[in-house]
């Protein structure tokens, strides 16, 4: 990740709003987990892509949130502006849709976050029988290839394979999805042939991505609102560690997400509040569901033998 944020304060958010407003063309309001975050934009293939991949919110209901995303020669490329207090984002000279839906649904943590005890992560969630599985790590770990992977299977449905929301209950932990369709990579399906034809070539991006509804290969009841965590895996990519898979104790687990920014480069607010929080949640997660590192420097088939081997799932069929 390549953009850089810088917190701003309301007196600067409402000067830029100013600004941008008179160039707004599109505003499109988003239901993510409760949260109404609105897009003001110029850009009609923004406007598109984020109607494809969250789920619309009445235009009558205020918004939590906002985000402006124009071009402007007046500030570097890959710019974002945030005012916390008013959760608002500027995001200028974007042009990877990818970064805009993680930003929005980051500026809704933000909102849950601090108003209703309710934190997110920047991972996949699947279920298998009943069983919640986490898989997160940091960027070119191999996340998405190994969620697909497993979906593979007929027995494995998804909450969300990118980022979802959790919310404690006593010893248990619950996953929640919040968006319609997700922004899938072209390579996908040459890695994982099942999932080829979800989208024509012609309608991949120039990153190679494109928002698919994965009901279309998986059917209507794999694509599920919630699930119950029980299992949580760190995948890392380290040619140099000979060590496949190991179970991590939760002090050790606590440590690396602490060391590795909780594996979220999309955190808009990183002070010490912030910081407590999200501590607190790591424990309790971690007291609640068996932590595993796994290393892909293997083929992913070899890898996807390892999560298997983890979660005790025998290949179906």
């Not at 991949?53 to 209901?61: A, D, G, P």
């Not at 990818?98 to 279920?127: F, M, P, R």
């Amino acid at each position: 990740m390549t953009y850089t944020i810088a917190l701003i304060s309301p007196e600067e958010k409402e000067t830029l709003a100013v600004h941008y407003m008179q160039r707004v063309r599109y505003e499109i309001k988003a239901e993510i987990y409760g949260c109404c975050i609105k897009l003001l934009t110029d850009d009609h293939t923004f406007m598109d892509t984020w109607q494809e991949n969250f789920y619309s919110m009445s235009q009558n209901v205020r918004s939590h949130g906002r985000l402006f995303v124009f071009s402007d020669l007046g500030y570097p490329p890959d710019t974002v502006l945030y005012d916390p207090y008013t959760k608002t984002a500027f995001l200028l000279n974007i042009r990877y849709y990818g970064w805009i839906k993680s930003i929005a649904l980051s500026c809704a943590g933000d909102v849950l976050e601090d108003q209703h005890g309710i934190n997110s992560v920047h991972g996949a969630c699947i279920d298998i029988d009943g069983r919640g599985l986490c898989i997160i790590g940091p960027s070119g770990a191999g996340k998405t290839t190994q969620t697909y992977g497993l979906l593979s299977d007929p027995r494995v449905r998804v909450v969300a394979d990118d980022w979802f929301f959790t919310r404690v209950f006593d010893r248990d932990i619950l996953g929640f999805g919040s968006e319609r369709n997700f922004y899938i990579r072209q390579d996908l399906e040459t890695i994982w042939t099942e999932f080829g034809g979800m989208v024509r070539a012609d309608e991949y991006d120039a990153d190679g991505r494109a928002v698919a509804d994965i009901r279309w290969v998986l059917g209507k009841g794999r694509l599920i609102p919630l699930t119950t965590l029980r299992t949580v895996i760190i995948l890392k990519r380290d040619p140099t560690d000979p060590v496949v898979a190991k179970q991590m104790d939760p002090s050790e687990g606590s440590e690396m997400f602490s060391r590795y920014g909780y594996f979220n480069p999309h955190l808009l607010v990183r002070d010490a509040r912030k910081t407590a929080i999200r501590d607190r949640f790591i424990g309790n997660l971690l007291d609640s569901a068996p932590l595993f590192m796994v290393n892909t420097t293997g083929t992913p088939s070899a890898t996807q033998e390892e999560i298997r081997k983890i979660i005790r799932m025998e290949k179906s069929g």
